[in-house]
Each structure stands twice: as C-alpha cells, then as structure tokens.
C-alpha cells in the first residue's frame, strides 16, 4: 500500500484531525493527476476504505474543493483547490520560502550559502546565509556578477531552454576574472551540459581565486529555473572532496526550496 501522510494518524488521533489529514491526502493525490482518479483508484492511493474514501469526497465537493465528472466518473480537484493554490502563487516570497534551505545549507556545510536569480547576463544576489568561520565567503545583496563566471550563474544557464541558453552564451561578453574561467563559446556550452548532466554547478577558484562553489537550480511550478543556491567559501577548506560533498548539500537545498515554493525539477528542451 503507497504510504502517505495520513498514515501518520492511527486511532488514537481524535477524528476530527484524523478526518482532515485524510481529506488533505485526498486532495493532495488528485492535484498529482490531471486526468482525475476512479474512486477504487483514490482508495488504493491514500490506503483507505471505498466507502471512507467516498464520504471525505462528498464533503470536499459540498465545498468544490473536489468534482467529479458525469461522463468518466472520475474525481478531479474543484475550483476552490484552485483558488486557494493560487492565493499561495500570488503570496510567495522567493527569498523567505529560500531562507530555511539556506540556513540548512549553512549549517550543513559550514560555508556561506546564497540564493541568486538572473538579470540577462548577469547573476544578482537576493540573500545569503553567512558562515560563521573568520575566513569565509561573503556575498553583497544585490551584488551583480557575469553569468558565465560562478557556480550560480552556470546553473541558470544550463537549466535554461537550449534556444535562450545558445542565445545568452553567444551574446554574452566572455571575460576572463580569473585564468580558470572560462571565456570560449564552446568550453562554456560543453560545460553547461556536464551541469545539467549532473544536476549542479561547480566553481573550481573561475570567480576568484583561492574560492570554491557550487550551485544548484530552483524551479517554479512550470519547470522554468528561477533561482540558484549557492554554497562558497575557502579552497583551503572547500578540497575537492568537500568541494563534493558542498555540491551535494546544495543541490538538497535547492530541491528543497523548489518543493517548498511548490515547484517541479524539470529538464530544460
């Protein structure tokens, strides 16, 4: 039987919370399918009785939170589901719904973590989350840097559509900020698809030097990357094989804030 989160509720939780983390399950499993589910379906799915399954559903459609159609028989999300998600799109903030992942990233690693979005061809930082260390990254809100240069910028190329990537790496200026930068068309193209290859971007001292990156892409609802995570700080503590494992962490940080800004990991076309 597929686990949910109602399974956390046994009978020893009052009813009442029973019955809403039940219903909330419901809801939850039929926003996973456009196409709607069958009664038998939804019982399957959220692990309860037909005749419970079908009592929660007709209390959720007395509301239009759930509809069901008269030529499949099929349970769909209703328009209040709707209305109430599109009150969250409406609300969110990209830098608070960011700042627990970057404060988990922080602690995690010991290293500065920031978030950053594109301008055109340039990567602008909205927050950070700064290492307690003396000797340690530090990132100015707003700062402006290239694209093409840093792990954050490389993640919001590479998870671009091709079309809009090609177009950024031909028209950008590709100016060397260290010798490990990379400044040719080609090497930054072959670079972006090793990036999307492996989920994260890596900076190896290319923004400056005696530095080390990595960066990870968040994405909205829609698949389309809006945000990089980064985490930075000192080659001398980032070595390759911390280097590594910061590159791992960034990247749980930012499927984290992606599925808290109620978003999907979507390879770009």
């Keep these: 039987m597929l686990q949910t989160p109602t399974d956390r509720y046994d009978e020893r939780t009052p009813g009442q919370v029973r019955a809403l983390a039940r219903a909330l399950g419901i809801l939850?499993?039929?926003?996973?399918?456009?196409?709607?589910?069958?009664?038998?379906e939804l019982s399957q799915r959220v692990g309860l009785a037909p005749s419970t399954t079908h009592r929660l559903l007709t209390t959720l459609e007395t509301q239009r939170f759930?509809?069901?159609?008269?030529?499949?028989?099929?349970?769909?999300?209703?328009v209040e589901t709707f209305s109430t998600g599109s009150a969250f799109a409406r609300s969110r903030d990209l830098v608070e719904i960011s700042r627990p992942a970057l404060e988990t990233l922080r602690n995690r690693t010991g290293e500065t973590a920031a978030l950053f979005i594109a301008d055109v061809a340039?990567?602008?930082?909205m927050a950070q989350s700064e290492s307690?260390?003396?000797?340690?990254?530090?990132?100015?809100?707003?700062?402006?840097?290239?694209?093409?240069?840093?792990a954050a910028?490389?993640?919001?190329?590479?998870?671009?559509?091709?079309?809009?990537m090609m177009r950024l790496i031909r028209g950008a200026?590709?100016?060397?900020?260290?010798?490990?930068?990379?400044?040719d068309v080609d090497s930054l193209i072959a670079e972006a698809r090793e990036i999307r290859a492996r989920g994260v971007a890596l900076d190896d001292e290319e923004?400056?030097?005696?530095?080390?990156?990595?960066?990870?892409?968040?994405?909205?609802?829609?698949?389309?990357?809006i945000?990089?995570?980064?985490v930075a700080g000192p080659s001398a503590r980032l070595n390759p094989s911390a280097h590594r494992d910061a590159a791992a962490e960034a990247l749980a940080a930012a499927r984290a804030a992606t599925a808290d800004f109620g978003g999907r990991v979507a390879m770009p076309a």
Excluded: Y
């Design 132 to 150: 307690a260390n003396e000797m340690r990254a530090v990132f100015v809100i707003g700062g402006r840097a290239p694209l093409h240069a840093g």
């Design 153 to 164: 910028g490389k993640a919001l190329l590479a998870f671009r559509r091709d079309d809009v």
């Design 122 to 125: 340039e990567v602008v930082c």
């Design 66 to 78: 759930v509809r069901i159609s008269a030529t499949d028989n099929r349970w769909r999300v209703g």
């Design 207 to 225: 923004q400056a030097i005696g530095m080390r990156a990595a960066a990870a892409p968040v994405f909205d609802e829609l698949g389309a990357v």
């Design 28 to 40: 939850r499993e039929l926003g996973r399918e456009a196409a709607g589910l069958t009664l038998t």
């Design 227 to 230: 945000a990089a995570i980064t």
């Design 173 to 183: 200026e590709l100016s060397r900020l260290t010798e490990r930068t990379i400044a």
